[in-house]
Nanobody, 123 residues
């Protein structure tokens, strides 16, 4: 199994930036994709971004394109989400997730999940 731990959340003003990190440990799988999801109060969990650890593919939800960037450090087994130009609508608990195989955007298709990190954007 794989353990995932997110960090880097916090409180920022609209227009500010944060970088989230997701560190993977435990019994790792050689080839797997990583995704970021978020869940705002009273709302469904939604896909944010994903990156393939077996290749160079990335994917983003339309609402964050041009503002968020997903990246990885294979040496550190860590995935990052750089969030710029933050908006109040970005306020949510952000989760990282891992799946064996290719990038997917559905949360039900991921095998491992972190505990989440809170991101709050004030107006």
């Amino acid at each position: 199994q794989v353990q995932l731990v997110e960090s880097g959340g916090g409180l920022v003003q609209a227009g500010g930036s944060l970088r989230l990190s997701c560190a993977a440990s435990g019994r790792t799988v050689s080839t797997y994709a990583m995704g970021w999801f978020r869940q705002a109060p009273g709302k469904e969990r939604e896909f944010v971004a994903a990156i393939s650890w077996g290749g160079g593919s990335t994917s983003y939800v339309d609402s964050v394109k041009g503002r968020f960037t997903i990246s990885r450090s294979n040496a550190k087994n860590t995935v990052y989400l750089q969030m710029n130009s933050l908006k109040p609508e970005d306020t949510a608990v952000y989760y990282c997730a891992a799946r064996i195989g290719m990038i997917r955007v559905g949360d039900s298709e991921y095998d491992y999940w972190g505990q989440g990190t809170q991101v709050t954007v004030s107006s």
